[in-house]
């Protein structure tokens, strides 16, 4: 199924995508409380159709939000970088979430130099520790679209990456979450990004240096990954700044991650002083 999370007045309230309507959920909760309670997914009340939806983020409570570093191979030519041994992990604080169709927010007086990075985001769907590969797959929820907004004078200015990756709104994840039982094969679909109308990214999670299980298998190994944990599984090519010369995102600019499978997440560019 697709699930998503969309505001009612003033509190979340959950639904389900089908034949392009959204039906809301008997279910008095949010994203977490879902996956941690796993109820069934009764519908009520009248469908609504998806350009009525007030999004919000695939899911808003996580306990954290574990990102990977260079786990495409045409990423990592573009950047001139060298294939890591081992998983690259950093972080993204929760304040960076953001639903689909809202904006992405700075201040150009912190950073000039703010880029996309879309991306393959798994959901966490049981307390999983030191699990094998083999066994990983069980522990997911499900998979959704995120872009991974990165101020890059911050990040390489830092010398390490969580601040350049953690402002507010630099996390963008959804428009819904796609269960495991409709989303089989994660391994192997086409991944996109689109900034205004020009096509930006355009490539495949086959590319990815370490797939999903043995991703998640490794992330476990080192810390415990609870219900409702977010897992970006890294970035291809085609990102602005290793592009000559370099592009970045500015006001007014419309940046669309699209996944096979799933569906395209869209937001929006805004700037402050």
């Not at 695939?58 to 573009?78: F, M, Q, W």
């Not at 490794?218 to 990954?225: D, G, K, Q, V």
Request: glycine share 8%; net charge negative.
């Amino acid at each position: 199924m697709k699930i998503l999370q969309y505001m009612d007045k003033d509190r979340v309230q959950l639904g389900v995508l089908d034949h392009d309507m959204v039906y809301p959920i008997d279910f008095n909760g949010d994203m977490l409380d879902f996956i941690t309670l796993s109820p069934g997914a009764t519908k009520k009340g009248t469908p609504l159709s998806p350009e009525m939806i007030d999004y919000a983020p695939a899911i808003t409570r996580p306990s954290k939000i574990v990102c990977v570093g260079l786990n495409y191979l045409d990423h990592i030519k573009e950047s001139h970088g060298k294939a890591p041994e081992r998983p690259i992990l950093f972080s993204k604080f929760t304040t960076s979430l953001v639903g689909h169709n809202k904006e992405i927010i700075w201040d150009t007086g912190i950073t000039k130099k703010v880029d996309f990075e879309a991306e393959l985001a798994v959901i966490i769907g049981r307390k999983t520790r030191n699990c094998p590969a083999k066994d990983v797959m069980d522990k997911i929820f499900g998979y959704t679209c995120s872009n991974d907004v990165s101020a890059r004078d911050l990040q390489f200015g830092d010398g390490q990456w969580v601040r350049g990756k953690s402002l507010d709104t630099f996390c963008p994840l959804g428009p819904w979450i796609v269960t495991t039982d409709e989303l089989k094969e994660p391994d192997s679909l086409y991944i996109k990004c689109s900034l205004n109308e020009l096509l930006m990214q355009d490539s495949n999670t086959g590319l990815m240096l370490f797939k999903i299980a043995d991703l998640i298998s490794y992330i476990s190994c080192n810390f415990t990954l609870l219900p409702g944990d977010v897992i970006l599984t890294g970035t291809p090519h085609g990102v602005g700044t290793f592009r000559e010369p370099s592009i970045y995102m500015k006001n007014g600019d419309r940046v669309t991650v699209e996944i096979e499978g799933i569906g395209a997440l869209t937001n929006f560019c805004k700037t402050t002083l």
